[in-house]
């Protein structure tokens, strides 16, 4: 996810995730930090790791940094099924087993996730551009922001688990 206009290819801190230039970025990860919080987490702990560029090279890379660091992490939340197919490569290349070892999460809902079995959030792209062409000939006010909200679908598929326990962290599923 790219967060500013300048190029950050590395950790993102709270601070520059609440300054984050592009409100749909800004939104999912304060939607995150929201649920991670009503679980108990505090977000402040939870790395997160910010790329420029949008490819699945770029999410992998992604994915090697925060494990190199955080070997530990049994999650991965992509905020692009693009970066979670790069994620799903980085944990394949680490003989990691998705989910047994490592839950890996997009959004998007894009057809190549589906193939590859990654749970998404779909959200509904013919809509979306319905809804943008419809306020742009309606209006004629095209200063005043409008919110539409359309529905997204969770879809559960095969590369996310519960946590495992520490008995199958030491001794095995």
């Known amino acids: 996810m790219r967060l500013a206009r300048d190029r950050n290819d590395g950790f993102a801190t709270l601070e520059r995730q609440r300054g984050a230039h592009f409100h749909v970025q800004r939104t999912r990860l304060e939607a995150l930090a929201g649920a991670f919080t009503k679980a108990g987490v505090d977000w402040s702990t939870v790395p997160v790791v910010e790329r420029f560029d949008h490819n699945v090279d ?9 494990l190199d660091a955080y070997p530990q992490v049994t999650a991965l939340i992509c905020t692009s099924d693009i970066l979670a197919l790069g994620a799903l490569a980085e944990a394949n290349r680490r ?6 070892d490592l839950t890996v999460t997009g959004f998007d809902g894009i057809t190549e996730a589906e193939r590859a079995g990654l749970t998404t959030v779909h959200q509904p792209v013919l809509e979306k551009g319905r809804a943008a062409g419809k306020l742009l000939l309606a209006s004629s006010d095209h200063i ?15 590369t996310s688990a519960a946590p495992r326990t520490m008995e199958q962290h030491w001794f095995g599923p």
Do not use: S
Not at 61 to 66: D, N, Y
Not at 95 to 100: D, E, I, K, S, T
Not at 144 to 158: K, S, W
């Open 144 to 158: 005043a922001p409008r919110v539409i909200t359309l529905e997204t679908q969770l879809l559960i598929r095969n």
């Open 95 to 100: 003989g990691l087993r998705v989910p047994a």
């Open 58 to 66: 770029e999410g992998a890379f992604a994915a090697r940094q925060l």
